[in-house]
């Protein structure tokens, strides 16, 4: 019986090739540059984008995914980084555009970075929570990792799930579940807005500002289409992020994550009643983890 079961998970992988995984795939292989050319080198398993006074620069992969785990090492802007942005998303393309957030706001030399995550959803985002951070994300690499499937999205910073958006579609809350979304990387001159509002400004003096990353790893479904939708959320072998191990997180893991709420949170879009005038997102009254 083993045997056949492991016959037959062969040719599944063989006849459903949208769900094979890219699991070794660099950012070579994954990547190109999209803007900035001048300021990045992507090479093997390394991207390294660069910002001065005149320009930044972006890179973006050449297929988009529907559910999986995307992942990178990202060591970020040293020193005094207030006004710049390293991101790093997902996101499907026009007006009605799915995306999940990982954006990094700098700051003045040594203040915590601010991590700030989102969730846009057939075009319409405001669901932002913010982070610092138990490290200094600027003097090593670290993981980043978004796990997505149709049950709930979590961000993860070394292993250590820091949110959790779950899946309410069937109660009118939408989800996004219908497009694919490629990766984009981009660092970029945010200071009218990303430290502290837009007080500080980027000091041009300590340009240029590098972030790196390594380890790129999306091992997740192909998008093809329409087609994906089912094929990418079909409960076989081959669809590993459909395993009921990824439904929910796990005991421990919500212990991290509640740890991670109280001790580094700083912004969480359900408790900002002044924000919505009373009238709070209905996912906020419901269960996330």
């Known amino acids: 019986m083993a045997m056949f079961e492991k016959l037959f998970a062969l040719f599944l992988l063989a006849i459903i090739p949208n769900s094979i995984a890219q699991v070794d795939a660099t950012f070579s292989k994954s990547m190109y540059i999209t803007w900035g ?14 910002l001065d006074k005149t320009s930044g620069s972006a890179a973006q992969t050449k297929i988009p995914f529907l559910f999986g785990t995307i ?11 207030a006004g710049t942005v390293t991101a790093y998303y997902l996101s499907s393309t ?24 989102n969730v846009y959803t057939q075009g319409n985002g405001s669901k932002e929570q913010q982070f610092h951070l138990w490290f200094n994300p600027s003097t090593d690499f670290h993981n980043y990792t978004i796990h997505w ?32 979304m490629k990766v984009y990387t981009s660092l970029w001159n945010a200071d009218d807005w990303a430290t502290r509002g837009g007080l500080v400004k980027t000091n041009w003096s300590n340009a240029p500002f590098t972030a790196k990353f390594n380890h790129f790893r999306a091992r997740a479904c192909k998008w093809n289409g329409a087609i994906s939708i089912s094929q990418c959320s079909s409960n076989i072998a081959a669809n590993w992020w459909m395993s009921s191990t990824y439904k929910q997180l796990g005991y421990a893991q919500i212990g991290q994550l509640n740890w991670v709420r109280k001790n580094y949170m700083i912004y969480d879009y359900c408790g900002d009643t002044k924000r919505f005038n009373g009238q709070m997102p209905p996912e906020c009254f419901k269960a996330q983890f």
């Not at 001048?38 to 660069?50: E, T």
């Not at 555009?97 to 995550?117: A, K, M, R, V």
Request: overall charge negative; proline content about 6%; glycine content about 6%.
């Open 37 to 50: 050319a001048q300021h990045a080198s992507l090479q093997n398993d390394d991207l390294q984008l660069v």
């Open 71 to 81: 992942e990178s090492r990202i060591k970020l802007v040293p020193n005094n980084s």
């Open 94 to 117: 026009g007006n009605q555009h799915d995306e999940i957030d990982f954006e990094f706001l700098g700051n003045i030399s040594g203040q915590p970075y601010t991590i700030h995550t």
């Open 149 to 180: 499937n149709p049950t709930e999205i979590v961000w993860y910073i070394d292993s250590i799930p820091i949110r959790v958006f779950r899946n309410y579609e069937n109660e009118g809350i939408a989800y996004p579940n219908k497009q694919g």
